[in-house]
């Protein structure tokens, strides 16, 4: 069982930056792919990036690519998503997600654990 725990959501203007983190329980953190997901209002969850276990390879949706960055400390059992030049397109609910999956990675039904979220509200 694994508990996600996620943080540093807020509100920011177009062209700044936030840091999420994500706390996350258990002994073998180091070993799950760790997820961010985002779910807009009307709107499905979506893929945000992932960073593997163990390898700690990194991929992101077209969207966010070359303005977030997701990174994992596996002594702090934490990830992180810096998130520069935010835009309003990036308001949403953002979840953090721990999955053992080898593949579709991208896919929710990869993730078996799920935090409850966290606002980020970006104003143009």
């Known amino acids: 069982q694994v508990q996600l725990v996620e943080s540093g959501g807020g509100l920011v203007q177009a062209g700044g930056s936030l840091r999420l983190s994500c706390a996350a329980s258990?002994?073998?953190?180091?070993?799950?792919?760790m997820g961010w997901f985002r779910q807009a209002p009307g709107k499905e969850r979506e893929f945000v990036a992932v960073?593997?276990?163990?390898?700690?390879?990194?991929y992101y949706a077209d969207s966010v690519k070359g303005r977030f960055t997701i990174s994992r400390d596996n002594a702090k059992n934490t990830v992180y998503l810096q998130m520069n030049s935010l835009k309003p397109e990036d308001t949403a609910v953002y979840f953090c997600?721990?999955?053992?999956?080898?593949?579709?990675?991208?896919?929710?039904?990869?993730?078996?654990?799920w935090g409850q979220g966290t606002q980020v509200t970006v104003s143009s």
């Open positions: 997600a721990a999955g053992l999956s080898r593949g579709s990675l991208h896919a929710s039904y990869a993730y078996a654990y």
């Open positions: 258990g002994r073998t953190f180091s070993i799950y792919n």
């Open positions: 960073i593997t276990g163990s390898v700690g390879s990194t």
